[in-house]
């Protein structure tokens, strides 16, 4: 059994030119809108070097520029996303321009164009898909109402919270 799943990794590394992803590699979230309306994903993969790649594909959303984040809690329950909670923070301050940031889980603002869509890749060398977005209470991609100022605390002073998806393994 060991030799076949060792054959099966090295036939993927032959095929791929890398070894398949394990489940802690790897997360996808669907994105909701307040309303409850599939407006996207976002998927979350660890690179060969270690940075976690971030994709975020998005629809029917206002156009305008708007501040993203990874929260702390996987849960978009709360009609106002509050039950994601906060940013995933480490033991860091809020926003680039804070000479003890970033947060973990914040990310470069997002333009969404007049059609209400965007896509957009992200590197992050602070996230751990294992540590940060598949953690015991899971995370969130928030999308907020308004633009991330880089700055103020504890989240960017980016407003309303008007998009979200839970994180998963699948």
Aim: charged share 20%.
């Amino acid at each position: 059994m060991r030799l076949s799943k060792m054959f099966a990794a090295l036939v993927a590394l032959t095929i791929t030119g890398s070894m398949p992803l394990s489940a802690a590699d790897f997360a996808r979230a669907e994105v909701r809108d307040t309303d409850g309306n599939i407006v996207g994903g976002v998927t979350a993969e660890t690179t060969p070097s270690g940075t976690v790649l971030l994709t975020v594909s998005l629809t029917e959303l206002p156009p305008g520029i708007h501040g993203a984040h990874i929260h702390e809690t996987g849960d978009c329950s709360a009609s106002d996303f509050s039950s994601a909670g906060g940013h995933v923070a480490g033991d860091a301050q809020h926003g680039v321009d804070s000479a003890e940031g970033p947060h973990p889980g914040d990310m470069p603002n997002i333009t969404i164009l007049e059609a209400g869509a965007t896509q957009v890749e992200i590197f992050s060398d602070q996230l751990d898909i294992d540590r940060d977005i598949l953690d015991d209470d899971g995370s969130a991609f928030v999308l907020h109402a308004g633009v991330d100022d880089y700055t103020s605390q504890p989240s960017g002073a980016s407003g309303d919270r008007i998009a979200c998806g839970e994180f998963s393994a699948e």
